[in-house]
Protein backbone atom coordinates (compact mmCIF):
# COMPACT_ATOMS: atom_id res chain seq x y z
CA UNK A 1 0.00 0.00 0.00
CA UNK A 2 1.34 3.41 -0.68
CA UNK A 3 2.34 5.55 1.62
CA UNK A 4 -0.32 8.35 0.75
CA UNK A 5 -3.28 6.21 0.34
CA UNK A 6 -1.76 4.48 4.30
CA UNK A 7 -1.93 8.07 5.84
CA UNK A 8 -5.20 8.87 4.54
CA UNK A 9 -6.99 5.27 5.67
CA UNK A 10 -5.47 5.84 9.34
CA UNK A 11 -6.81 9.34 9.50
CA UNK A 12 -9.99 7.77 8.22
CA UNK A 13 -10.15 5.61 11.16
CA UNK A 14 -9.17 8.41 13.18
CA UNK A 15 -12.15 10.45 12.49
CA UNK A 16 -14.49 7.52 12.63
CA UNK A 17 -13.23 7.04 16.00
CA UNK A 18 -13.35 10.27 17.37
CA UNK A 19 -17.05 10.53 15.71
CA UNK A 20 -18.15 6.98 17.49
CA UNK A 21 -16.27 8.94 20.89
CA UNK A 22 -18.38 12.19 20.47
CA UNK A 23 -21.70 10.20 19.86
CA UNK A 24 -24.94 11.48 20.40
CA UNK A 25 -27.19 11.75 23.77
CA UNK A 26 -31.07 11.93 24.07
CA UNK A 27 -32.60 14.72 26.82
CA UNK A 28 -36.51 14.30 27.78
CA UNK A 29 -38.00 17.85 28.95
CA UNK A 30 -41.03 19.14 30.08
CA UNK A 31 -40.11 22.23 29.19
CA UNK A 32 -41.62 24.84 27.10
CA UNK A 33 -41.91 27.88 25.68
CA UNK A 34 -38.66 29.97 26.88
CA UNK A 35 -37.02 27.49 28.75
CA UNK A 36 -37.30 24.91 26.09
CA UNK A 37 -36.15 27.70 23.45
CA UNK A 38 -33.23 27.82 26.47
CA UNK A 39 -32.36 24.09 26.33
CA UNK A 40 -32.16 23.55 22.95
CA UNK A 41 -29.66 26.70 22.15
CA UNK A 42 -27.53 25.24 25.02
CA UNK A 43 -27.64 21.57 23.39
CA UNK A 44 -26.63 23.18 20.09
CA UNK A 45 -23.65 25.25 21.88
CA UNK A 46 -22.81 22.19 23.39
CA UNK A 47 -22.75 19.92 20.13
CA UNK A 48 -20.45 23.14 18.79
CA UNK A 49 -17.53 22.98 21.18
CA UNK A 50 -18.00 18.88 22.07
CA UNK A 51 -19.08 17.27 19.00
CA UNK A 52 -21.66 15.55 20.91
CA UNK A 53 -24.80 15.69 19.13
CA UNK A 54 -27.68 16.00 21.45
CA UNK A 55 -31.62 15.32 20.49
CA UNK A 56 -34.17 16.81 23.12
CA UNK A 57 -37.34 15.21 23.18
CA UNK A 58 -40.58 16.80 24.82
CA UNK A 59 -42.08 14.36 27.26
CA UNK A 60 -45.41 15.42 29.02
CA UNK A 61 -44.54 15.85 32.72
CA UNK A 62 -46.53 13.38 34.17
CA UNK A 63 -45.51 10.70 31.90
CA UNK A 64 -41.74 11.43 32.51
CA UNK A 65 -41.40 9.02 35.96
CA UNK A 66 -43.30 5.96 34.78
CA UNK A 67 -41.84 6.22 31.44
CA UNK A 68 -37.88 6.27 32.43
CA UNK A 69 -38.79 3.51 35.01
CA UNK A 70 -39.70 1.47 32.82
CA UNK A 71 -37.58 2.12 30.08
CA UNK A 72 -34.43 2.43 30.65
CA UNK A 73 -33.75 -1.12 31.30
CA UNK A 74 -34.79 -1.99 28.23
CA UNK A 75 -32.81 0.90 26.00
CA UNK A 76 -36.12 2.68 25.39
CA UNK A 77 -35.07 5.88 27.75
CA UNK A 78 -33.14 9.50 27.38
CA UNK A 79 -30.00 9.64 28.46
CA UNK A 80 -30.60 12.54 30.78
CA UNK A 81 -34.00 13.85 32.21
CA UNK A 82 -33.90 18.06 32.44
CA UNK A 83 -35.30 18.08 35.07
CA UNK A 84 -37.06 15.73 37.70
CA UNK A 85 -38.46 16.88 40.96
CA UNK A 86 -36.25 15.74 44.27
CA UNK A 87 -39.60 14.03 45.45
CA UNK A 88 -38.73 11.53 42.40
CA UNK A 89 -35.47 10.75 43.19
CA UNK A 90 -36.17 7.70 45.98
CA UNK A 91 -38.28 5.76 43.98
CA UNK A 92 -36.35 6.17 40.55
CA UNK A 93 -33.42 5.05 42.45
CA UNK A 94 -34.73 2.22 44.28
CA UNK A 95 -35.71 0.89 41.05
CA UNK A 96 -31.77 1.38 39.80
CA UNK A 97 -32.90 3.67 36.21
CA UNK A 98 -30.58 6.75 38.19
CA UNK A 99 -26.81 6.85 37.58
CA UNK A 100 -25.21 8.42 41.10
CA UNK A 101 -23.72 11.69 40.36
CA UNK A 102 -21.17 12.33 42.65
CA UNK A 103 -18.99 10.57 41.06
CA UNK A 104 -19.16 13.51 38.16
CA UNK A 105 -19.16 16.73 40.72
CA UNK A 106 -16.24 17.96 42.32
CA UNK A 107 -16.25 18.75 46.07
CA UNK A 108 -15.48 22.23 45.01
CA UNK A 109 -18.95 22.46 42.75
CA UNK A 110 -20.92 20.53 45.09
CA UNK A 111 -19.89 23.15 47.86
CA UNK A 112 -21.11 26.08 45.41
CA UNK A 113 -24.38 25.17 45.52
CA UNK A 114 -27.41 25.81 48.30
CA UNK A 115 -27.39 22.78 51.19
CA UNK A 116 -31.05 22.56 50.89
CA UNK A 117 -30.60 21.76 47.10
CA UNK A 118 -28.24 18.89 47.27
CA UNK A 119 -29.48 17.41 50.47
CA UNK A 120 -32.89 16.93 48.38
CA UNK A 121 -31.28 15.30 45.80
CA UNK A 122 -29.15 13.02 47.92
CA UNK A 123 -30.91 9.38 48.41
CA UNK A 124 -29.45 7.23 50.97
CA UNK A 125 -25.68 9.68 51.38
CA UNK A 126 -25.71 9.08 47.12
CA UNK A 127 -26.39 12.67 44.85
CA UNK A 128 -28.35 11.29 42.11
CA UNK A 129 -28.89 14.59 40.37
CA UNK A 130 -27.26 17.59 39.77
CA UNK A 131 -29.78 20.85 41.19
CA UNK A 132 -31.28 22.87 38.53
CA UNK A 133 -33.35 25.32 40.54
CA UNK A 134 -35.45 25.15 43.54
CA UNK A 135 -38.62 26.82 44.97
CA UNK A 136 -40.44 27.13 48.27
CA UNK A 137 -43.78 29.20 49.44
CA UNK A 138 -43.01 32.68 50.96
CA UNK A 139 -44.93 35.70 52.46
CA UNK A 140 -45.67 38.06 49.28
CA UNK A 141 -47.17 40.91 49.94
CA UNK A 142 -48.83 43.78 48.15
CA UNK A 143 -46.88 47.29 48.94
CA UNK A 144 -49.46 49.21 48.04
CA UNK A 145 -51.27 48.11 51.29
CA UNK A 146 -47.72 46.84 53.52
CA UNK A 147 -44.90 49.30 52.89
CA UNK A 148 -42.56 46.66 54.38
CA UNK A 149 -42.93 43.09 55.17
CA UNK A 150 -43.39 42.27 58.97
CA UNK A 151 -40.92 40.82 61.05
CA UNK A 152 -42.57 39.35 64.52
CA UNK A 153 -45.79 38.11 64.74
CA UNK A 154 -47.17 41.23 66.38
CA UNK A 155 -46.75 43.78 63.42
CA UNK A 156 -47.72 40.43 61.11
CA UNK A 157 -51.23 39.99 63.04
CA UNK A 158 -51.65 43.98 63.42
CA UNK A 159 -51.27 44.66 59.36
CA UNK A 160 -53.49 41.18 58.43
CA UNK A 161 -56.78 42.43 60.51
CA UNK A 162 -56.01 46.04 59.95
CA UNK A 163 -56.75 45.01 56.52
CA UNK A 164 -59.65 42.74 56.24
CA UNK A 165 -62.47 44.40 56.11
CA UNK A 166 -65.56 44.28 53.76
CA UNK A 167 -64.70 42.81 50.91
CA UNK A 168 -61.24 42.86 51.46
CA UNK A 169 -58.45 40.72 53.36
CA UNK A 170 -55.15 40.46 55.00
CA UNK A 171 -54.10 36.96 54.98
CA UNK A 172 -54.92 33.97 53.06
CA UNK A 173 -53.95 31.47 51.77
CA UNK A 174 -54.94 27.04 51.07
CA UNK A 175 -55.56 26.40 54.92
CA UNK A 176 -55.36 22.74 54.72
CA UNK A 177 -52.65 22.20 52.44
CA UNK A 178 -50.10 20.11 53.63
CA UNK A 179 -47.35 21.42 51.93
CA UNK A 180 -48.12 25.27 52.59
CA UNK A 181 -48.33 24.95 56.20
CA UNK A 182 -45.54 22.59 56.84
CA UNK A 183 -43.56 25.96 57.94
CA UNK A 184 -45.60 26.22 60.68
CA UNK A 185 -45.18 22.46 62.01
CA UNK A 186 -41.32 23.15 61.88
CA UNK A 187 -41.74 26.50 63.90
CA UNK A 188 -43.44 24.14 66.74
CA UNK A 189 -40.87 21.47 66.60
CA UNK A 190 -42.46 18.65 64.06
CA UNK A 191 -41.18 17.28 61.32
CA UNK A 192 -42.60 14.68 58.86
CA UNK A 193 -39.86 11.80 59.47
CA UNK A 194 -36.73 11.84 61.74
CA UNK A 195 -33.59 11.21 60.10
CA UNK A 196 -30.68 8.75 60.73
CA UNK A 197 -26.59 8.79 59.65
CA UNK A 198 -28.54 7.46 56.39
CA UNK A 199 -30.68 9.96 55.24
CA UNK A 200 -34.75 10.00 56.15
CA UNK A 201 -36.07 7.50 58.71
CA UNK A 202 -39.75 6.56 57.79
CA UNK A 203 -39.98 4.50 60.58
CA UNK A 204 -39.84 7.50 62.81
CA UNK A 205 -42.90 9.71 62.13
CA UNK A 206 -42.82 12.87 63.53
CA UNK A 207 -45.58 15.27 62.60
CA UNK A 208 -47.76 14.18 65.85
CA UNK A 209 -47.22 14.44 69.72
CA UNK A 210 -47.11 17.91 71.16
CA UNK A 211 -45.19 19.53 68.17
CA UNK A 212 -48.27 18.11 66.20
CA UNK A 213 -50.72 19.51 68.01
CA UNK A 214 -49.10 23.04 68.46
CA UNK A 215 -49.21 23.25 65.04
CA UNK A 216 -52.66 22.33 64.01
CA UNK A 217 -53.90 24.70 66.82
CA UNK A 218 -51.99 27.59 65.25
CA UNK A 219 -54.09 26.52 61.76
CA UNK A 220 -56.93 26.53 63.26
CA UNK A 221 -56.58 29.67 65.30
CA UNK A 222 -55.95 31.68 62.04
CA UNK A 223 -59.45 31.25 61.21
CA UNK A 224 -61.50 31.06 64.50
CA UNK A 225 -59.09 33.10 67.13
CA UNK A 226 -57.69 35.62 64.42
CA UNK A 227 -60.13 35.67 61.91
CA UNK A 228 -58.05 35.88 58.76
CA UNK A 229 -58.93 33.06 57.02
CA UNK A 230 -62.99 32.35 56.62
CA UNK A 231 -64.62 28.99 55.24
CA UNK A 232 -64.68 28.55 51.57
CA UNK A 233 -60.70 30.15 51.42
CA UNK A 234 -58.68 27.62 48.56
CA UNK A 235 -55.72 28.18 46.40
CA UNK A 236 -57.61 29.74 43.83
CA UNK A 237 -59.76 32.04 45.83
CA UNK A 238 -56.94 33.41 47.36
CA UNK A 239 -55.09 33.57 44.27
CA UNK A 240 -57.44 35.57 42.84
CA UNK A 241 -57.67 38.25 45.48
CA UNK A 242 -53.97 38.78 45.56
CA UNK A 243 -54.16 39.45 41.43
CA UNK A 244 -57.08 41.47 41.89
CA UNK A 245 -55.64 44.12 44.71
CA UNK A 246 -58.17 42.94 47.40
CA UNK A 247 -55.72 41.12 49.37
CA UNK A 248 -52.48 42.18 51.33
CA UNK A 249 -50.66 38.85 51.89
CA UNK A 250 -50.53 35.46 50.63
CA UNK A 251 -48.81 32.34 51.39
CA UNK A 252 -47.24 31.45 47.72
CA UNK A 253 -44.88 30.10 45.62
CA UNK A 254 -42.79 31.64 42.23
CA UNK A 255 -44.80 29.83 40.48
CA UNK A 256 -47.93 32.77 40.52
CA UNK A 257 -45.31 35.47 40.39
CA UNK A 258 -45.93 35.76 36.70
CA UNK A 259 -49.03 36.11 37.28
CA UNK A 260 -48.49 39.23 39.37
CA UNK A 261 -46.96 40.70 37.34
CA UNK A 262 -49.38 40.87 34.89
CA UNK A 263 -51.79 41.93 37.12
CA UNK A 264 -49.89 44.90 38.10
CA UNK A 265 -48.99 44.18 41.33
CA UNK A 266 -46.06 46.12 43.17
CA UNK A 267 -45.31 43.21 45.27
CA UNK A 268 -42.47 42.46 47.91
CA UNK A 269 -41.52 38.75 48.97
CA UNK A 270 -40.03 37.37 52.42
CA UNK A 271 -39.95 34.26 55.01
CA UNK A 272 -43.25 34.19 56.95
CA UNK A 273 -42.50 35.58 60.63
CA UNK A 274 -42.05 33.08 63.38
CA UNK A 275 -45.61 32.18 65.04
CA UNK A 276 -46.77 33.14 68.49
CA UNK A 277 -45.05 30.47 71.12
CA UNK A 278 -43.03 29.17 68.29
CA UNK A 279 -39.14 29.16 66.57
CA UNK A 280 -38.15 29.79 63.10
CA UNK A 281 -40.69 29.24 60.62
CA UNK A 282 -39.12 26.81 57.66
CA UNK A 283 -41.10 25.63 54.92
CA UNK A 284 -40.93 22.42 52.25
CA UNK A 285 -38.17 23.25 49.68
CA UNK A 286 -39.22 21.44 46.13
CA UNK A 287 -35.81 21.20 44.11
CA UNK A 288 -35.55 19.82 40.12
CA UNK A 289 -32.28 18.57 39.08
CA UNK A 290 -30.85 16.97 35.83
CA UNK A 291 -30.68 12.92 36.48
CA UNK A 292 -28.89 10.66 34.38
CA UNK A 293 -29.99 7.17 32.72
CA UNK A 294 -27.75 4.58 34.86
CA UNK A 295 -28.29 2.62 31.30
CA UNK A 296 -26.75 5.03 29.45
CA UNK A 297 -24.16 3.94 26.87
CA UNK A 298 -22.35 7.05 26.77
CA UNK A 299 -22.42 8.59 30.27
CA UNK A 300 -19.11 10.59 30.14
CA UNK A 301 -20.47 13.21 27.37
CA UNK A 302 -24.02 13.14 29.67
CA UNK A 303 -22.96 13.95 32.57
CA UNK A 304 -20.41 17.28 30.68
CA UNK A 305 -23.79 18.55 28.96
CA UNK A 306 -25.79 17.76 32.44
CA UNK A 307 -22.88 19.89 34.48
CA UNK A 308 -22.54 22.49 31.60
CA UNK A 309 -26.69 23.03 32.35
CA UNK A 310 -25.68 23.63 36.20
CA UNK A 311 -23.19 25.80 35.45
CA UNK A 312 -23.69 29.62 37.40
CA UNK A 313 -23.51 31.11 33.64
CA UNK A 314 -26.34 28.88 32.65
CA UNK A 315 -28.42 29.12 35.82
CA UNK A 316 -28.44 32.78 35.49
CA UNK A 317 -29.59 32.22 31.90
CA UNK A 318 -32.19 30.13 32.41
CA UNK A 319 -33.60 32.53 35.38
CA UNK A 320 -34.17 35.38 32.32
CA UNK A 321 -35.25 32.96 30.13
CA UNK A 322 -38.10 31.83 32.93
CA UNK A 323 -37.74 33.04 35.95
CA UNK A 324 -36.49 29.91 37.52
CA UNK A 325 -34.51 30.54 41.35
CA UNK A 326 -31.15 29.19 40.97
CA UNK A 327 -29.10 27.10 43.30
CA UNK A 328 -25.56 27.67 42.51
CA UNK A 329 -24.61 30.65 45.14
CA UNK A 330 -22.73 32.47 42.27
CA UNK A 331 -25.62 32.78 40.39
CA UNK A 332 -27.64 33.99 43.75
CA UNK A 333 -25.50 37.23 44.27
CA UNK A 334 -25.09 37.95 40.30
CA UNK A 335 -28.70 38.17 40.05
CA UNK A 336 -29.14 39.45 43.94
CA UNK A 337 -30.54 42.98 42.35
CA UNK A 338 -33.69 40.88 41.38
CA UNK A 339 -36.70 41.24 43.99
CA UNK A 340 -38.19 37.91 43.25
CA UNK A 341 -34.54 35.77 43.26
CA UNK A 342 -33.05 37.54 46.47
CA UNK A 343 -36.83 37.03 48.30
CA UNK A 344 -37.04 33.49 47.12
CA UNK A 345 -33.59 32.54 47.84
CA UNK A 346 -33.94 33.86 51.75
CA UNK A 347 -36.90 31.97 51.97
CA UNK A 348 -35.09 28.41 50.69
CA UNK A 349 -32.59 29.02 52.84
CA UNK A 350 -33.98 29.19 55.91
CA UNK A 351 -36.32 25.14 54.47
CA UNK A 352 -35.88 21.80 54.23
CA UNK A 353 -36.35 19.43 51.37
CA UNK A 354 -39.92 16.88 51.28
CA UNK A 355 -38.58 13.85 52.28
CA UNK A 356 -37.49 12.17 48.72
CA UNK A 357 -38.44 8.73 49.81
CA UNK A 358 -41.49 6.99 48.32
CA UNK A 359 -42.86 6.27 51.81
CA UNK A 360 -44.00 10.02 51.36
CA UNK A 361 -46.81 9.53 48.82
CA UNK A 362 -48.54 7.93 52.13
CA UNK A 363 -48.07 10.66 54.32
CA UNK A 364 -50.15 13.69 52.03
CA UNK A 365 -53.39 12.13 52.34
CA UNK A 366 -53.88 11.33 55.72
CA UNK A 367 -52.39 14.86 56.82
CA UNK A 368 -54.31 16.71 54.40
CA UNK A 369 -57.45 15.07 55.84
CA UNK A 370 -56.54 15.85 59.25
CA UNK A 371 -56.08 19.71 58.88
CA UNK A 372 -59.43 19.65 56.84
CA UNK A 373 -61.01 18.42 59.69
CA UNK A 374 -59.36 20.38 62.04
CA UNK A 375 -60.47 23.92 60.63
CA UNK A 376 -64.34 22.46 59.83
CA UNK A 377 -65.12 23.67 62.99
CA UNK A 378 -64.74 25.93 66.03
CA UNK A 379 -65.19 23.42 68.73
CA UNK A 380 -62.91 20.44 66.61
CA UNK A 381 -60.29 17.92 69.06
CA UNK A 382 -57.09 18.82 67.90
CA UNK A 383 -55.16 16.43 69.88
CA UNK A 384 -57.94 13.44 68.63
CA UNK A 385 -57.58 14.41 65.23
CA UNK A 386 -53.61 14.38 65.27
CA UNK A 387 -53.53 11.04 66.94
CA UNK A 388 -55.79 9.62 64.59
CA UNK A 389 -53.71 11.37 61.58
CA UNK A 390 -50.59 9.33 63.27
CA UNK A 391 -52.08 6.37 63.29
CA UNK A 392 -53.33 5.94 59.58
CA UNK A 393 -49.55 7.34 58.34
CA UNK A 394 -48.27 4.50 60.40
CA UNK A 395 -51.05 2.16 59.36
CA UNK A 396 -50.00 3.27 55.93
CA UNK A 397 -46.61 2.62 55.85
CA UNK A 398 -46.51 -0.66 57.66
CA UNK A 399 -49.02 -2.13 54.82
CA UNK A 400 -51.89 -2.70 57.44
Known amino acids: MRKGVLIGAIAALGLLGSAMAQGKITVWTHYGGPELAWLKQTAANFTKTSGTQVEVVEVPFGDIQ ?19 PHDWVGAMAAAGVLEPMGKYATSSYIQSLSDVAVDALTYR ?31 FLKVAQENTKGNSYGFLYD ?6 NYGWFTAYGASVFGRTAQGVDASQTRLGGEAGVRAVSFIKDLRYRYRLIPEGVDYGVADS ?3 EGALAM ?15 IDFGIAPMPNPPG ?12 VAMNAYSRNKNAAANFAKLLVSTQNQVAFNKAGGRLPVSKQA ?5 NDPVVAGFSATIALGSPMPNIPEMGKVWGPWGNALSQAVQKADTNVAQIVAAMVA ?9
Open 125 to 155: NQLFALPMFAESVALIYNKKLVKEAPKTWDE
Open 392 to 400: EINRALSGR
Open 66 to 84: NKFILGAPQGQAADLVVSI
Open 241 to 243: AFK
Open 250 to 264: ILNGPWAIGDYKKAN
Open 278 to 289: GGQWRPFVGVQG
Open 332 to 336: VQQLR
Open 175 to 180: LANPYF
